[in-house]
C-alpha cells in the first residue's frame, strides 16, 4: 500500500507547510514498507514495528516541519487500527513539553532500545509490551 497521500495528509493536520523535502523522498519506501510491517506483524513484535514506523520518519525528515508530532500520529493510527487505545493527546502534549523523545535508530537495521515509558500512552495488551531492547 502507498502511504504517501495519507502521511500527507496528517503532516497537514500538524502543520501548515507540508511541503516535502525532494532529498528525502528515496526514504519514503522505506516508511512505507516499516507500516507494512508493522500492520501485518503478530503481538510479539507488533509494538516494536509500529515504534519503528515513528523512529524512521523521525530519522529521514520527510516533510520540512513536524516529523517526529507526523511519527507519533502514525504510531498512534497504527496502534488504533489494531485495537489499542492510544492518548494523542496526552503524548503530543508531552511531546511539546520535552517529556517525551522519539526513540533513535542506531544501526543500518534500523533497530533501537524501545522505551518501555511509552506504555503509559496506549492500553490493551500493555501488559505484553517489550521491556528493555528488542532485537
Request: proline share 4%.
Amino acid at each position: 500500500m502507498d502511504y504517501y497521500d495519507y502521511l500527507a495528509d496528517i503532516n497537514k493536520i500538524v502543520c501548515e507547510d507540508s511541503k516535502v523535502r525532494s532529498g528525502c523522498l528515496p526514504f519514503f519506501p522505506k516508511i512505507s514498507k516499516a507500516i507494512d510491517d508493522a500492520m501485518k506483524s503478530n503481538e510479539d513484535v507488533f509494538l516494536y514495528n509500529a515504534m519503528r514506523v515513528c523512529a524512521l520518519i523521525a530519522l529521514y525528515q520527510p516533510f520540512m516541519d513536524g516529523n517526529h508530532r507526523t511519527g507519533l500520529l502514525m504510531f498512534g493510527v497504527i496502534l488504533n487500527n489494531k485495537g489499542y487505545n492510544f492518548d494523542f493527546d496526552k503524548a503530543l502534549d508531552d511531546m511539546e513539553n520535552h517529556k517525551l523523545s522519539i526513540p533513535i535508530i542506531y544501526n543500518e537495521n534500523d533497530l533501537f532500545s524501545y522505551p518501555y515509558e511509552w506504555s503509559k500512552y496506549y492500553s490493551k495488551g500493555s501488559e505484553k509490551a517489550i521491556k528493555g531492547k528488542v532485537v
